[in-house]
């Protein structure tokens, strides 16, 4: 199975700055035929669902705001938030869908300071 | 818009069996893989099962398998799991959702539903 290891487990970052989730995988996510990265990321509120907010690594779903991106490649990935809102408050999972059995991150929990 | 909503969730004794479903609109069901993720309370997320459009294909976390079937009813627009021999360790939030158009079991899941608790317990 393909390991993902989060970091940090929890982070606390001012209204208006950047929050930096990192995450690793234990073997490469990116399919060489496609040169496609099977890495999601998705955010949970409290008392919510997930939600996906990032796709092939890097590509933002529709109506995520702008101020998610995602990042990286083959072991490597980061979600950054360029300017942390209120409503940003939630645990932030990476997944990859490379190989079965699809594996999750442990979580990121984003708080404000 | 897309609606998933999962149904079936009860305290169950450990060995017991349950059935959960997850009613699907706003999309052409028939057309998607669908799957299943569950959350232990306070825990983080863990892949169950998946299926394919047609049923043809399905797949199950080790944890699971031979213990739960998925199956799905496409002229009901609804999805399913059969749950047998659970155990206190399978006491979760069962999320049903939903893999992009296009995609086979190798996709992220675009569409989640608000989830159903399943608690195994004497």
């Known amino acids: 199975d393909i390991v993902m290891t989060q970091s940090p487990d929890s982070l606390a970052v001012s209204l208006g700055e950047r929050a930096t989730i990192n995450c690793k995988s234990s073997?490469?996510?990116?399919?060489?035929?496609?040169?496609?990265?099977?890495l999601a990321w998705y955010q949970q509120k409290p008392g919510q669902p997930p939600k996906l907010l990032i796709y092939w690594a890097s590509i933002r779903k529709s109506e995520v705001p702008d101020r998610f991106s995602g990042s990286g490649s083959g072991t490597d990935f980061t979600l950054t938030i360029s300017s942390l809102q209120a409503e940003d408050v939630a645990v932030y999972y990476c997944?990859?869908?490379?190989?079965?059995?699809?594996?999750f991150g442990q979580g990121t929990k984003v708080e404000i300071k | 818009q897309v609606q998933l909503v999962e149904s079936g969730g009860d305290l169950v004794k450990p060995g017991g069996s349950l059935r959960l479903s997850c009613a699907a609109s706003?999309?052409?069901?028939?057309?998607?893989?669908m799957s299943w993720i569950r959350q232990a309370p306070g825990k983080g997320l863990e892949w169950v099962s998946y299926?394919?459009?047609?049923?043809?294909?399905?797949n199950y976390a080790e944890s699971v398998r031979g213990r739960f079937t998925i199956s799905r009813d496409n002229a009901e627009n609804s999805l399913y799991l059969q749950m047998k021999s659970l155990r206190a360790e399978d006491t979760a939030v069962y999320y049903c959702?939903?893999?992009?158009?296009?995609?086979?079991?190798?996709?992220?899941?675009?569409?989640w539903g608000q989830g159903t608790l399943v608690t195994v317990s004497s």
């Open positions: 299926i394919s459009s047609s049923t043809t294909y399905t």
């Open positions: 073997q490469s996510v990116l399919y060489s035929s496609n040169n496609k990265n099977y």
């Open positions: 959702a939903r893999l992009p158009r296009g995609c086979a079991g190798d996709c992220y899941l675009d569409s």
């Open positions: 706003g999309f052409t069901f028939s057309d998607f893989y």
């Open positions: 997944q990859q869908h490379y190989s079965s059995p699809w594996t």
